[in-house]
């Protein structure tokens, strides 16, 4: 068969083609054209337009103490039918406070629109509704109509607002949990299905998180104030307790209010713990060194010197130079850490082979997803080790040449808190059925061992050191309870020129408590500060002090002298006697007020307590002569 027999039949297939498809614009048009006329019939007395709702009420968003997040509500759609009108302007006066919206700009929609239907305004509340139905029942507000619909609100207002995300006009999840959990939301698989027995809707399941509302807002707030004081682009401040991998709290500013999405813009929104990939800096050397000591590549007595600057010369005669804060002169693998030396963990870096290097890098979790649930979640960067350069190595060492997540941070610091076990984070607890009857836990991934429990609590150790006076960390130091800390400052690059920027940079710190046993990790990361400093130890170190003294307390961590509670089926209360009272004033900081009530029962000398909490100033101060008769003034906070 020649070319000119084959195309002969493909004529009348073009044909019916054509008519296939003007076939179903037609029949598109017209469903339109119909929607549209049912709309419209008997506008001009109709009070509500049809209800837009799902069958099943969007399950709500709840903290891990029940607190509720995010829940659905009865909201409205406001038009108006332009034939129904009788007075545009007397209308558009009278509608104009209900609205919040002016009465000439209500004028200018009416006459400007096409159509003779138009919205006014979305998504308005009950309060909104109600006014409108009381006014139209007196007469007024002809050719105004309402749109039942169901919506969404978020009672704590900004507090987690990326976290927890938003719906659009349609009440589908568009950000944050609301929409990586959707099906969750508005299914009902853990429930029965089906319609109710008197045919009200069912609510779809209930997805708890990890945070709570308190922590939350305990972050929030101080991030708020570190914002403001170092003129930050943004920061970050997240709480962990490394055992569960559960996130107590994300804060991310600046936030947004999820009831007022249009107000907010796309900078707000970021979920930036898990969204923004940054290099790390010297927060970075925990890991990094762990993996060193860890391999054996190094261990506690492997001696480097540091003469202010990392030196070597490549095979090809290139010449390498890294700058370290100051020259520390011989360090160990602890003063490293302590004083956060770049040369030193530099040297270390030398060690060790790069695939080793680069292996052991990733077994801690990074460029890789955490699964912790967040929606959009960065792997960060990090090349594979044929595209380093001589220079790559000694570089990430000091966190720098990869990039992480906040998320990833937290995960990988677990594995130094839990001595050596990685738990992975996750933000949400728990998916529970509508009518509360299932429960169905949520897991980010299986726990697993990456480093030896000995190189973890080694590292612990140098942490705690960071806080000493000698350290970059000091001003994190409490005193009545033991903290490990790494402070970081980190470069980043300009976008322009390609290379470092001179004038920005991310400060953090990051912390473990208590250092011996740790049931927290607070990460703070300031980025772009533009205020006194720039430095992680200078403005990152004091707000983790602050941070830690309000959760430590919330949490019920012990401090210093307190009695510790321990739950495992029974209640056991180490035994503590007290401060003894003897011919000098005994040292009673950190002490409870209830380990102080049997002082009260001896008559030797006068015990005055003010305040609540634990002893945090005593006058006369410990080591004074005590004679009988002597008054001492405690203070608790």
Not at 230 to 244: I, K, T
Request: proline residues 6%; glycine residues 10%.
């Amino acid at each position: 068969m020649d070319r000119a027999e084959r195309r002969v039949p493909q004529k009348p297939q073009n044909r019916k083609r054509f008519f296939i498809f003007a076939g179903l614009f037609a029949l598109a048009v017209m469903t339109v054209f119909i929607r549209y006329a049912m709309l419209m019939i008997g506008r001009p007395e109709a009070d509500t337009l049809q209800s837009r709702q799902s069958p099943v009420e969007r399950g709500p968003i709840l903290d891990r103490n029940g607190r509720i997040l995010a829940m659905e509500t009865k909201l409205g759609n406001i038009s108006i039918w332009r034939p129904g009108i009788d007075d545009v302007d007397l209308l558009s006066e009278e509608l104009a406070p209900i609205l919040q919206i002016s009465a000439g700009e209500i004028r200018e929609r009416i006459y400007d629109s096409s159509s003779d239907f138009i919205y006014l305004k979305k998504q308005v509340g009950p309060a909104t509704i109600t006014a409108i139905e009381t006014a139209k029942a007196g007469g007024n507000l002809r050719g105004v109509n309402i749109e039942n619909i169901a919506g969404r609100i978020y009672p704590e207002q900004e507090l987690a607002g990326q976290l927890i995300g938003f719906v659009g006009d349609d009440n589908q999840g568009l950000a944050g949990v609301e929409y990586a959990f959707e099906t969750e939301l508005t299914g009902i698989d853990l429930a029965q299905t089906g319609e109710s027995v008197d045919g009200s809707k069912r609510t779809g399941n209930q997805v708890v998180l990890t945070i709570d509302v308190t922590v939350q807002h305990i972050l929030e707030e101080i991030a708020s104030r570190i914002l403001e004081e170092n003129q930050a682009e943004a920061v970050m401040f997240l709480a962990m307790d490394p055992r569960s991998g559960d996130i107590l709290g994300s804060a991310s500013l600046p936030g947004f209010n999820p009831n007022h999405i249009q107000d907010s813009d796309e900078n707000a929104r970021m979920d930036r713990p898990a969204i923004w990939a940054y290099e790390p800096g010297s927060v970075f050397k925990i890991f990094s060194l762990s993996a060193l000591l860890d391999s054996g590549a190094i261990d506690e007595e492997t001696v480097f010197v540091c003469n202010g600057h990392y030196e070597r010369t490549t095979t090809l005669g290139e010449r390498i130079t890294i700058n370290c804060l100051a020259a520390h002169g011989p360090v160990t693998a602890r003063e490293i850490i302590t004083y956060s030396c770049n040369a030193g963990a530099a040297y270390a870096s030398d060690r060790l082979g790069v695939g080793s290097f680069n292996s052991l890098i990733r077994n801690l979790g990074f460029v890789s997803r955490t699964g912790a649930g967040n929606p959009g979640e960065t792997v960060g960067f990090l090349r594979a080790p044929d595209r380093w350069s001589e220079r790559s190595k000694p570089t990430i060492a000091m966190g720098q040449e990869i990039a992480v997540s906040a998320l990833q941070m937290l995960q990988a610091a677990t594995a130094v808190a839990n001595d050596g076990i990685l738990v992975p984070p996750r933000i949400i607890s728990r998916i529970v059925s509508g009518d509360g009857k299932k429960s169905e836990s949520y897991a980010a991934g299986s726990p697993r061992r990456v480093l030896q429990a000995e190189t973890a609590r080694n590292m612990r150790q140098y942490m705690v050191d960071v806080t000493s006076n000698i350290g970059t960390g000091w001003r994190a130091n409490m005193e009545d309870l033991s903290l490990a800390v790494k402070t970081g400052t980190a470069q980043i690059i300009d976008p322009l020129t390609g290379g470092y920027s001179d004038k920005d940079f991310i400060a953090s710190c990051l912390a473990m408590v208590p250092a011996e046993s740790p049931s927290l990790i607070l990460y703070l990361v300031i980025i772009k500060p533009q205020g006194i400093s720039y430095l992680g130890g200078r403005i990152a170190a004091a707000p983790i002090r602050e941070a830690a003294e309000a959760l430590v307390d919330y949490l019920g961590i012990p401090r210093g002298k307190n009695p510790q509670v321990v739950h495992s089926g029974s209640v056991s209360i180490p035994p503590d006697e007290g401060p003894i009272l003897s011919d000098t004033v005994p040292d009673f900081s950190g002490y409870s007020k209830r380990s102080l009530l049997p002082l009260l029962l001896q008559d030797e000398v006068h015990i005055e307590i003010t305040g609540e909490g634990w002893v945090r100033r005593q006058y006369p101060p410990p080591g004074t002569p005590l004679s009988p008769g002597d008054t001492i003034t405690l203070e608790l906070e």
